[in-house]
C-alpha cells in the first residue's frame, strides 16, 4: 500500500484529492493547521476521517514538518498548504510571502533530509505569469512571469525552489502550475461561490444585493475534481517536471454572473453593484491556459465543463437553503 502525505489536506484541492487516493488503494495522512473552531478544520474531509491520518502542523514551522514526515515516511508528498487568497495577500504580504513561499523551502529541506527517495508535488498557480500573455492568447511554461501580488510572488519563490532542489539534489520535484479551479468545497469568499451563494440568496428572498468588485477580469476556470487528477498524474509520471493544468477557455466575472443569474431566473443587472474596497491595487486581467502537454503526454482531460460546474455549485446552495 502506497502512502501519500498531503499538506493542506482539508482545503477544497485536498478533500478532492484524499478522496481520489484512497479510491487508489493509497494510505492517506495529512497536515492540518489549528482552527480555534474545531468544526471548520476537517469538515471537508469528514466523510472519510476514519480512513485518514491527520496531523498538526505548520509549514512555517520547520520542527513540525519534520516530526509528520519521519513518523508518516510517505512515498508521496503533496504541497496544497497555502495562503490561498489573492485580494488578502495585499492586506498580509509578510504572512503571504512566509507561508507560500519560506513554507515551500522547509517543506523541501526536510523532504530532502527526511525521505528524499519520495515524490514531491508543489500546488503552483497561474497567479505567478500575471499579465503576461503569448501572441495567441494563451499562457504556458515559457510564457514569462511577471506576477501582479504577493501571493502570486510567493508562489513563483516556491515554484522556482522546487526547480531549484529538483536540478540541484536529483528529487523527484514536480510543478503543477493550475489555473482558477472551483467546486461546491469552494470557500465563499472566493468569487464563483460568493456569486453562486449571492444569486441563490437573491432567488431565496434573503438577500437584495450582490457586491462584487473587478467584473472584467477574465479566468480559465475548472472543477476542483479533475485538477487533483491532475496532480497524480503530473506526480506519477517517470521523470519529474513542470505541467500546465487548465480548461483553455476563459471567461469574466460578468460572464459568470449573467450565467448563475440567468440559471435562477434572474437579471444579474438587477442586483449586482460594484465597489471599490473589491478591487485589487493592481490587477490581472486575464488568464487561459494551454494544457495540450498533459492531454497529449498524461491523457488528462476535464469531465467538467464551465458550465456543468457552475450547475453542481447552484445545486448545492439550492439544497443548503431548502
Same mark, same amino acid.
Given at each position: 500500500?502506497?502512502?501519500?502525505?498531503?499538506?493542506?489536506?482539508?482545503?477544497?484541492?485536498?478533500?478532492?484529492?484524499?478522496?481520489?487516493?484512497?479510491?487508489?488503494?493509497?494510505?492517506?495522512?495529512?497536515?492540518?493547521?489549528?482552527?480555534?473552531?474545531?468544526?471548520?478544520?476537517?469538515?471537508?474531509?469528514?466523510?472519510?476521517?476514519?480512513?485518514?491520518?491527520?496531523?498538526?502542523?505548520?509549514?512555517?514551522?520547520?520542527?513540525?514538518?519534520?516530526?509528520?514526515?519521519?513518523?508518516?515516511?510517505?512515498?508521496?508528498?503533496?504541497? !496544497?498548504?497555502?495562503?490561498?487568497?489573492?485580494?488578502?495577500?495585499?492586506?498580509?504580504?509578510?504572512?503571504?510571502?512566509?507561508?507560500?513561499? !519560506?513554507?515551500?523551502?522547509?517543506?523541501?529541506?526536510?523532504?530532502?533530509?527526511?525521505?528524499?527517495?519520495?515524490?514531491?508535488?508543489?500546488?503552483?498557480?497561474?497567479?505567478?505569469?500575471?499579465?503576461?500573455?503569448?501572441?495567441?492568447?494563451?499562457?504556458?511554461?515559457?510564457?514569462?512571469?511577471?506576477?501582479?501580488?504577493?501571493?502570486?510572488?510567493?508562489?513563483?519563490?516556491?515554484?522556482?525552489?522546487? %526547480?531549484?532542489?529538483?536540478?540541484?539534489?536529483?528529487?523527484?520535484?514536480? %510543478?503543477?502550475?493550475?489555473?482558477?479551479?472551483?467546486?461546491?468545497?469552494?470557500?465563499?469568499?472566493?468569487?464563483?461561490?460568493?456569486?453562486?451563494?449571492?444569486?441563490?440568496?437573491?432567488?431565496?428572498?434573503?438577500?437584495?444585493?450582490?457586491?462584487?468588485?473587478?467584473?472584467?477580469?477574465?479566468?480559465?476556470?475548472?472543477?476542483?475534481?479533475?485538477?487533483?487528477?491532475?496532480?497524480?498524474?503530473? !506526480? %506519477?509520471?517517470?521523470?519529474?517536471?513542470?505541467?500546465?493544468?487548465?480548461?483553455?477557455?476563459?471567461?469574466?466575472?460578468?460572464?459568470?454572473?449573467?450565467?448563475?443569474?440567468?440559471?435562477?431566473?434572474?437579471?444579474?443587472?438587477?442586483?449586482?453593484?460594484?465597489?471599490?474596497?473589491?478591487?485589487?491595487?493592481?490587477?490581472?486581467?486575464?488568464?487561459?491556459?494551454?494544457?495540450?502537454?498533459?492531454?497529449?503526454?498524461?491523457?488528462?482531460?476535464?469531465?467538467?465543463?464551465?458550465?456543468?460546474?457552475?450547475?453542481?455549485?447552484?445545486?448545492?446552495?439550492?439544497?443548503?437553503?431548502?
Amino acid at each position: 500500500m502506497k502512502k501519500a502525505l498531503i499538506f493542506g489536506i482539508n482545503g477544497q484541492d485536498g478533500s478532492y484529492l484524499s478522496e481520489h487516493l484512497l479510491s487508489l488503494g493509497y494510505k492517506v495522512s495529512g497536515m492540518v493547521r489549528r482552527q480555534s473552531v474545531s468544526e471548520n478544520q476537517t469538515y471537508r474531509i469528514q466523510k472519510n476521517q476514519s480512513l485518514i491520518d491527520t496531523f498538526y502542523g505548520d509549514v512555517c514551522d520547520e520542527y513540525s514538518i519534520r516530526k509528520i514526515l519521519e513518523k508518516v515516511q510517505p512515498d508521496e508528498i503533496y504541497n !496544497l498548504a497555502a495562503m490561498s487568497h489573492v485580494k488578502v495577500s495585499f492586506e498580509v504580504p509578510s504572512f503571504t510571502i512566509k507561508t507560500n513561499g !519560506l513554507g515551500v523551502l522547509n517543506l523541501l529541506q526536510a523532504y530532502k533530509e527526511e525521505c528524499p527517495k519520495a515524490k514531491f508535488y508543489q500546488a503552483s498557480s497561474s497567479e505567478m505569469f500575471g499579465n503576461s500573455v503569448d501572441s495567441d492568447g494563451y499562457q504556458r511554461l515559457t510564457t514569462p512571469m511577471n506576477p501582479t501580488s504577493p501571493y502570486g510572488c510567493a508562489k513563483l519563490l516556491g515554484f522556482n525552489l522546487v %526547480n531549484h532542489y529538483r536540478n540541484a539534489y536529483g528529487l523527484h520535484a514536480c %510543478n503543477g502550475i493550475l489555473f482558477n479551479h472551483e467546486s461546491p468545497r469552494r470557500g465563499v469568499n472566493f468569487v464563483t461561490n460568493k456569486v453562486v451563494k449571492g444569486a441563490v440568496e437573491i432567488k431565496k428572498g434573503i438577500t437584495k444585493e450582490l457586491v462584487l468588485g473587478n467584473m472584467d477580469a477574465s479566468r480559465d476556470w475548472g472543477h476542483s475534481y479533475d485538477y487533483v487528477r491532475a496532480m497524480y498524474l503530473i !506526480l %506519477n509520471k517517470k521523470e519529474p517536471r513542470n505541467w500546465i493544468v487548465s480548461t483553455g477557455e476563459s471567461r469574466t466575472v460578468r460572464e459568470l454572473c449573467d450565467y448563475v443569474f440567468t440559471s435562477l431566473s434572474l437579471n444579474y443587472k438587477d442586483y449586482v453593484i460594484q465597489d471599490q474596497k473589491y478591487m485589487r491595487p493592481e490587477e490581472l486581467d486575464f488568464l487561459k491556459g494551454d494544457s495540450s502537454e498533459i492531454r497529449q503526454e498524461l491523457n488528462w482531460k476535464p469531465t467538467y465543463s464551465f458550465e456543468t460546474m457552475i450547475d453542481e455549485m447552484i445545486t448545492s446552495w439550492l439544497e443548503k437553503y431548502n
